[in-house]
């Protein structure tokens, strides 16, 4: 604002076409007031830079491309920052983007240092990271990142939000980057269960912050709300390393 500059933050899930679809839902009352939400994603082995062959047979490799993503003095943080952030923008942003008010967590190191240092590396970072999130409007948010967890699916992403007049949940297909949308309900004092069928599709980040330096016109995520997200993951830290919580407001 100081230098009149446009500044836009690409979290991706934002842009796709079913969070849109999801936003307008919930805009137009789907859900009601929403009180909770839990966002995750998780990977059974899945730590950047480190070939996912060699989680399964614990081959020693050369050291990988991405090792930087576990060194935490390049990185900052691990799926917590690398995963984490981008659910966590997906979630509040659905939310309507209330202030968080305090955050308790935990992080945890289990199986990264033993994967890395087959590949010849060190690990410094968390490999789990889970936190309670309580909002300004009395809503509670709950958010899970993992690189490593032992859990059914290679990989797994979901969001639930439950409101006063239904509950939605998106969770990925076939454990990769496809996913659906679920939405429950009573009609006529019966339980109903809606599926998403499709969703107009919608211009890319790139696209959308090109538009809104050209027409002068809002880009879609607006900087105070990565200060927001900014300021949670780094309470989310200091939770995890004094185990207590940590007050926003």
């Known amino acids: 604002k100081r230098c009149n500059r446009k500044l836009g933050i690409d979290f991706s899930y934002r842009f796709y076409p079913q969070s849109r679809a999801m ?3 919930i805009s137009e009352g789907a859900l009601g007031d929403i009180y909770y939400g839990r966002s995750v994603w998780f990977r ?4 950047p830079g480190t070939a996912r062959s060699n989680f399964n047979t614990g081959a020693a490799n050369s050291a ?3 090792s930087w993503f576990f060194d935490k003095a390049q990185s900052g943080g691990g799926p917590l920052i690398d995963l984490g952030v981008h659910r966590l923008d997906l979630a509040l942003w659905l939310m309507g983007y209330p202030k968080p008010t305090w955050v308790m ?5 289990k199986f990264g240092p033993d994967i890395a240092a087959k590949a010849g590396c060190k690990y410094t970072v968390e490999d789990l990271a889970c936190a309670m999130i309580k909002l300004d409007n009395g809503a509670t948010l709950e958010l899970d990142a ?4 032992n859990i059914k699916e290679h990989e797994l992403q979901t969001i639930r939000l439950l409101g006063t007049k239904g509950g939605m949940y998106q969770y990925n297909l076939n454990e990769g980057y496809s996913y659906q949308v679920e939405y429950y309900n009573e009609l006529a004092g019966r339980a109903f269960d809606c599926a998403m069928h ?3 599709p919608m211009p890319s980040s790139f ?3 090109a538009d809104a330096v050209r027409d002068d ?3 879609l995520v607006q900087p105070e709300e990565g200060v927001t997200v900014m300021r949670i993951l780094d309470a989310i830290y200091r939770s995890a390393e004094t185990g207590e919580p940590v007050k926003l407001a």
């Open 105 to 109: 967590a935990s992080t945890y190191t």
């Open 44 to 47: 059974r082995r899945g730590i």
């Open 23 to 25: 936003k307008d839902m």
């Open 64 to 66: 990988p491309m991405g």
């Open 198 to 200: 499709n969703a107009a």
């Open 207 to 209: 696209a959308l912050f």
């Open 217 to 219: 016109t809002p880009f």
């Open 146 to 149: 993992s690189w490593a967890c």
